[in-house]
């Protein structure tokens, strides 16, 4: 149980594009997905956290329009790199949190690697 | 603030040798403590966590942990490893919140 998915797990785009990652967990309802980035040898670096049907809730330094945010239901949240530029490409990974009682485990996806060119 | 400290970023290592991964972290209040474990290009897996209780934590695949207060340390150890071991190692911190915050990770090197 507590299965997350993430698609595409590889993306090559050109510069100036957009590109969206879906994360979705498979067999339960998250009431809270994370996303977070991780730079090559470096730790995961939280970038916003959504929960479904409310906006996101972005970490100081994050650019909300550059990264777009949407939690539209319980097991599917979606990340849109906006107008993407080399300095975008990273790992990208989500997590997603069933919500339920004083801890709540995270279940993180295989996550997804972005290039741009 | 909370902040998580892996002094180590690479611990090399012979196959069947015993292995210490350091973790200390900073909180002025009570948190819970996990250790993740991520393979090449994988996300990361649970590989056991401290919420309450014993302060002896242990992993099914022969991981253990150890949650010291007076230290604020959470120290991951396995007697004997593998090669299948080989990854990075991350301990993470949160405070009754679904937020962790991470450490910068050790990289574990299997040698046979």
């Known amino acids: 149980g507590a299965v997350v998915s993430q698609h595409p797990s590889r993306v090559i785009c050109k510069s100036g594009t957009s590109v969206k990652i879906e994360c979705r967990s498979l067999d339960f309802q998250a009431t809270t997905m994370f996303w977070y980035r991780q730079f090559p040898k470096q730790s995961l670096m939280l970038m916003a956290t959504?929960?479904?049907?409310?906006?996101?809730?972005?970490e100081q330094g994050v650019e909300k329009d550059k990264f777009l945010i949407n939690h539209a239901s319980l097991t599917l949240s979606t990340l849109t790199v906006t107008s993407a530029h080399p300095e975008d490409s990273s790992f990208y990974i989500c997590?997603?949190?069933?919500?339920?009682?004083?801890?709540?485990?995270?279940?993180f996806g295989p996550g997804t690697r972005l290039t741009v060119l | 603030a909370q902040s998580v400290t892996q002094l180590d970023s690479q611990v090399p290592v012979f196959e069947e040798a015993p292995v210490e991964l350091r973790c200390n972290y900073s909180s002025s209040v009570s948190v819970y403590l996990f250790w993740y474990v991520q393979y090449p290009n994988q996300g990361l897996q649970l590989l056991l966590k401290?919420?309450?209780?014993?302060?002896l934590v242990e992993s099914i695949n022969g991981f253990e942990a150890e949650f010291n207060k007076s230290q604020t340390s959470f120290h991951l150890r396995k007697p004997s490893v593998h090669i299948s071991d080989t990854a990075e190692y991350f301990c993470?911190?949160?405070?009754?919140?679904?937020?962790?915050?991470f450490g910068t990770g050790t990289r574990l090197q299997v040698f046979p």
């Open positions: 401290y919420l309450s209780g014993s302060t």
């Open positions: 959504s929960n479904e049907g409310s906006k996101a809730t972005y």
């Open positions: 997590s997603a949190s069933p919500g339920q009682g004083r801890y709540n485990e995270q279940f």
């Open positions: 993470a911190v949160s405070v009754h919140t679904d937020k962790l915050i």
